[in-house]
């Protein structure tokens, strides 16, 4: 199949890198540089004027322009299907035209806080929903076709109407992201003295604060009613809570707690409904804290070892300390095997923290 992806950026040059085994691929960018790129990183080849007519279009520019790329691609290949990879799917539907039974919308729900071709990764889209937006018109083999492309990546498509998806990625994408930039926007003016104190709590949240303004801009402007409606259900909780804290200020005691209480246990109900490992229902770990040396190869070690003991990692986060030459890895394992891990390590050498049991 000769694919041409529109749009060379993270999303374009990965699903390139990702698809060039089994097809040709065809680049094309507003930005000559940056299609340039993306052939070198080896994710196909520039579009040139001999270049074969596609069978498939892949439009993988920003939302505010998708809509009419992917109007220019059924004008411009009426044999071909076309799909975009927008991150909003109901603002580009409405404005598609003529061809548009050739045309699904589909959405990888994959990305990095770093943006543009540099940043690509063609395993980048394995084990990820990919979701497709047919509408009453799209042809069954255009549907089809956006799926297989979404399996052969390593996604596993979900079909939805685009009404349901903008008004999901509103709540598990477009809202966190503005969340996770508020906190980290709170440190702007904090003194230094303060943020040397910063822990993994705070970078867990602030992680994706490092994202690009433009293309955020763009994104919440192609869905706004969703993220508007969210984010109000946000501000009457955070209302509630600052009444509560308030109250506590003003009155030196404890009478407001509940408020606070309320939103840490409404937030432990919602987090225990994020699906699990392979998205599967949510299981609890144990996490073993086990210090780990500031040089080379140490973190390779640690995996080598917890392998030899017969443990399965389900999970780690690594936290510098600071001022410290170590950094914390908190491993998450199945609650029978954390005492062997623990035992072994400390065997070896490793020093352990502390082993923690999640709460039921």
Do not use: C
Not at 170 to 190: F, I, K, N
């Amino acid at each position: 199949m000769i694919i041409r992806i529109i749009g060379t950026g993270l999303l374009g040059t990965s699903l390139g890198l990702a698809l060039s085994p089994r097809h040709e691929i065809q680049l094309e960018d507003a930005s000559p540089m940056t299609a340039a790129l993306a052939q070198d990183l080896g994710a196909g080849t520039e579009v040139t004027d001999e270049s074969a007519a596609p069978d498939l279009v892949i439009v993988a520019t920003p939302p505010d322009v998708a809509a009419d790329t992917v109007n220019r691609a059924l004008t411009d290949f009426p044999d071909a299907l076309v799909t975009d990879v927008a991150s909003v799917k109901a603002i580009v539907l409405a404005e598609v035209g003529s061809g548009r039974e050739r045309y699904v919308g589909s959405h990888p729900m994959a990305g990095r806080e770093r943006s543009g071709a540099i940043a690509a990764d063609g395993d980048l889209f394995i084990g990820r929903p990919w979701v497709v937006v047919p509408h009453e018109t799209s042809r069954p083999d255009a549907v089809e076709t956006v799926k297989r492309i979404a399996m052969e990546v390593g996604g596993f498509p979900i079909e939805m109407s685009a009404a349901a998806h903008d008004s999901a990625v509103a709540r598990v994408s477009h809202v966190p992201q503005l969340m996770s930039s508020l906190v980290a926007a709170t440190l702007v003016d904090a003194p230094p003295s303060s943020l040397d104190l910063a822990g993994q709590g705070l970078r867990d949240v602030t992680r994706i604060a490092g994202s690009d303004p433009k293309l955020w801009s763009t994104i919440i402007a192609g869905n706004p009613s969703s993220v508007a409606d969210i984010l109000r259900e946000v501000r009457s909780r955070l209302d509630s809570l600052i009444d509560g804290v308030e109250t506590m200020a003003e009155q030196n005691a404890y009478t407001g707690v509940a408020s606070v209480a309320k939103v840490i246990s409404d937030g432990n109900i919602g987090v225990s409904r994020i699906p699990g490992k392979h998205g599967g229902a949510p299981v609890r770990y144990a996490t073993v804290y086990v210090l780990v040396p500031d040089k080379p190869g140490e973190l390779g070690r640690l995996f080598t070892e917890a392998g030899e003991i017969g443990v399965n990692i389900e999970d780690l986060t690594l936290e510098h300390s600071a001022a410290q030459p170590v950094g914390r890895a908190a491993i998450s394992v199945n609650p029978s095997r954390a005492k062997p891990l623990a035992d072994g390590l400390e065997e070896r050498g490793w020093t352990i923290a502390s082993v923690e049991m999640e709460e039921s």
